[in-house]
């Protein structure tokens, strides 16, 4: 009668070589994104380029990882602070030619403005994975997506760029989504490219709807 081996877990009859435990063909590469211990930055810097070039094991890694929402946070935050700032810079030509500037009043409106992006972003990508569990029924977690999607957001330093950077950013974006909605939530690419094209179109709609009703 056939036997398995506890270690290896292959079948065998009377005799059997064990050659040691086997890997599971099941767990993630040996490349997989592991978080470290202590302080590490540069470590997170290199799994967000990894998210913005679309590696699963990136994406998979920082979905898994909680340190990576603090991370991930701070590349949001950075990335806003540059959307904001491009538009600022005649008021720093005016503060160096000597002139005053209502600083006050400009960081009361830019803080508001990143904590109306802030609730945006969780609303935006909550929502798109509540519908990716109703449509498509995808596996994975709210704090998934939202840890992969902010270690991704390194992208919006290209917003810089001039004339083309808000375009490739947003596309960027759009795009990461795609894979993130892909490998976290475990979905179809054609789904999560998709839902991805849907959530976003929604929500520029809505931003259009906001800025019209400002004029």
């Known amino acids: 009668m056939p036997q398995q081996c506890a270690l290896c877990g292959q079948s065998f009859g009377i005799t059997h070589t064990c050659p040691g435990a086997i890997p599971s063909a099941t767990l993630p590469p040996e490349t997989q994104w592991v978080a470290p211990t202590g302080f590490s930055p540069l470590h997170y810097v290199r799994e967000a380029i990894g998210v913005a070039r679309f590696e699963d094991t ?40 000597g002139f005053e500037v209502p600083w006050a009043r400009i960081i009361f409106v830019v803080a508001f403005s990143i904590a109306f992006d802030a609730a945006l972003f969780f609303t935006q990508y909550g929502l798109a994975h509540l519908l990716a569990r109703w449509w498509f029924g995808a596996r ?16 919006m330093c290209a917003y810089v ?34 839902l991805s094209i849907l959530i976003n179109g929604l929500f520029f709609a809505i931003a259009l709807a906001i800025a019209s009703s400002r004029r």
């Open 58 to 97: 990136a994406i998979l890694g920082a979905s898994r990882d909680g340190i990576a929402f603090v991370y991930g946070s701070l590349f949001w935050l950075v990335g806003r602070l540059l959307i904001y700032g491009v538009p600022l810079t005649p008021y720093f030509r005016a503060v160096a030619r």
């Open 140 to 155: 994975g977690s709210y704090a998934g997506i939202f840890r992969a999607m902010l270690m991704g957001s390194i992208v």
């Open 161 to 194: 760029i001039p004339f083309v950077g808000p375009l490739v950013a947003g596309l960027w974006m759009i795009a990461i989504l795609m894979r993130v909605f892909e490998e976290v939530d475990g979905i179809e690419r054609m789904k999560a490219f998709g």
